[in-house]
Nanobody, 123 residues
Framework: QVQLVESGGGLVQAGDSLRLSCAAS????????MGWFRQPPGQEREFVAS????????YYADSVKGRFTISRGNAKNTGYLQMDSLKPEDTAVYYC????????????????WGQGTQVTVSS
């Protein structure tokens, strides 16, 4: 019912910036919250940031607070994750997710997921 497609990943050096995009389609009116998660190789998927789709209120994991900025487009069909001061520890596959109800930072709270985009930060 909701389709998500991430883009913008790539290979960068430590200290560089990268902007990820999440294009939403389908029943986008049902989105209550959009989140970004990441999964390093061999590790569990972890929460990065989320945004209340109506008001734009953001929430960040402590590991990215002050470096990453989550936002949405004016038409509310695209989400963004601006990543500044990237570190090698940020290397992971980044996923866009959408929740139709209340959600915080748990993977199970999000119903729809994108295919993921690789972000690699070299030192």
């Amino acid at each position: 019912q909701v389709q998500l497609v991430e883009s913008g990943g790539g290979l960068v050096q430590a200290g560089d910036s990268l902007r990820l995009s999440c294009a939403a389609s389908g029943r986008t009116f049902s989105i209550y919250k959009m989140g970004w998660f990441r999964q390093p190789p061999g590790q569990e998927r972890e929460f990065v940031a989320s945004i209340l789709w109506s008001s734009g209120a953001p929430y960040y994991a402590d590991s990215v607070k002050g470096r990453f900025t989550i936002s949405r487009g004016n038409a509310k069909n695209t989400g963004y994750l601006q990543m500044d001061s990237l570190k090698p520890e940020d290397t992971a596959v980044y996923y866009c997710a959408a929740a139709t109800g209340w959600a915080t930072y748990h993977v199970r709270e999000y119903q729809y997921w994108g295919q993921g985009t690789q972000v690699t930060v070299s030192s």
